[in-house]
């Protein structure tokens, strides 16, 4: 029985009852008519009031239309907020299935990061064993383009006019002198990179010389300076492994610290650099470095032991964490989240030299200590 039964008028009944009222419905030839105020005869049903007439739900609200799904929305959520519809398409007085639970994501798409990381360690590997020289090209590449970065990043969110070609050269200069003439041979190429800065920015007008010498005296040292440190542990003997060592414990801190806090970290270390960072990391790139460097100093680096290796992991640890939030103020005060694009996942060259640079001379200092320059 449809809504149309529910007291529809029919000509000709002769109905005069009060206005609005529906007349009685008008019974079969041979049926008797039914009294008044009376019970239903049969199974004919006496309405007390109108049956509501409920439209159809429109396409993509909450319950079933005609080619959606039951119980979602446009959008795909479960039901829609304050329509007084659960997430099934039944009344709010009935629970829905329970909401989702957020689950973790890391910042970074991880398939492109893990991909780049491998051919960039495939790279290191065959230069480094293959033929060892060919790693002081890799080096020099990563330091001008390090610079080409921070230099770029420097001019479109300051205006820093850092001269570029001085410090490519010097850079280059820097690296190539540590390899070949040690630590005298770096400081005699940082001096000259210097006076380099303050010859070509003397050619400019003298508005902003200061800020824009002192950012090319920090650019030198950063990045160039501190890449020679690298060299200088390959020029020993078994600089090959020296340099494998310093690599592997700064990627295996990096890669402790995210473990851990990801999964563990609630305690922030510095809010106000990084907030992604947390105390727990930090406890697990300390560990995942020590318990590295002792078998790294044990069975990899001869005339070492696993008790250098402990403290070689833990200076690495410490000194990786203190370069990254080191970066990190940098990009804060450029208002940039990366320095660069060019490794996918990754974001640039400078985004993966930030934890390297200034563990370079810690670790090249420790293996001095521990076992001689080679």
Known sequence: MNDSSWGAPSPGTGFSGPPGQAPAPVPPSGAPAPVPGGPARGDDPVPTRPVPVVPAPPTGASGTDGGGEPGRSENGGEGSVGDGRGGDGHDAGHAGPEPKKVRKRAGRDLRAAIGVGLGLGAVIIASLFVFKHLFVGVVVLAVVVGLWELTSRLSERKGIRVPLPVL??????????????????????????LLGVLLQRMAQAPQDY???VSAGVFAAFYVPFLATFVALMLAAEDGAWRVLTFLLL?????????????????RKLAPSISPGKTREGLFGAVSFAMVAGALCLEFAIEGGTWWEGLILGFAVAVSATLGDLGESMIKRDLGIKDMGTLLPGHGGIMDRLDSLLPTAPIAWLLFVLFTGTG
Do not use: E, N, P, Q
Not at 168 to 193: E, S
Not at 250 to 266: E, H, M, N, Q
């Open 210 to 212: 200061l800020r824009d």
């Open 168 to 193: 490519a050269v010097g850079g280059a200069a820097m690296v190539l002198g540590g390899y070949v003439w040690g630590v005298r041979g770096a400081w005699i190429a940082m001096a000259v990179t």
């Open 250 to 266: 700064t990627v295996v801190s990096d890669t402790g610290a995210y473990a851990v806090g990801w999964r563990f970290g609630t």
